[in-house]
């Protein structure tokens, strides 16, 4: 379930994902962070225990909108959305971090 990082021409706009609907693990990070690439297998094993939440990987960067937004400062940076709406946001999280998100994102619906 390897899924690379938007580019910035590719990766969606803030009013993409404010209009978005269902469940979205947006990731902000890029593909040489070893904070990212460390956290990816335990994301990863979240995302199939849950196949209804969307994941969007999205390169980040200094300067770049969408990241800007939801004030990414650390990567990985894990913003998880319920319709549009942010349930819950970690930056470089734990292991038990990241059970306790996805089980709140997923206790919404």
Same mark, same amino acid.
């Given at each position: 379930m390897t899924v690379d990082y938007l580019a910035e021409d590719?990766?969606?706009? /803030? +009013? &993409?994902? &404010?209009?978005?609907? @269902?469940?979205?693990l947006l990731e902000f990070g890029t593909?040489?962070? @070893?904070?990212c690439r460390a956290a990816a297998p335990q994301v990863e094993s979240f995302l199939?225990?849950?196949? +209804?939440? /969307?994941?969007v990987k999205v +390169? &980040?960067?200094? @300067? /770049?909108?969408? @990241?800007r937004s939801f004030r990414v400062r650390l990567w990985p940076n894990?913003?998880?959305?319920? &319709?549009?709406?942010v349930v819950r946001q970690l930056a470089r999280p734990a292991a038990s971090d990241l059970r306790e998100a996805f089980e709140a994102l997923v206790s919404t619906t």
């Open positions: 590719q990766a969606p706009t /803030r +009013e &993409d994902v &404010d209009h978005s609907l @269902g469940l979205v593909d040489w962070c @070893g904070f199939r225990q849950h196949p +209804e939440v /969307r994941h +390169e &980040d960067g200094p @300067g /770049r909108p969408l @990241g894990l913003v998880f959305l319920k &319709d549009g709406h």
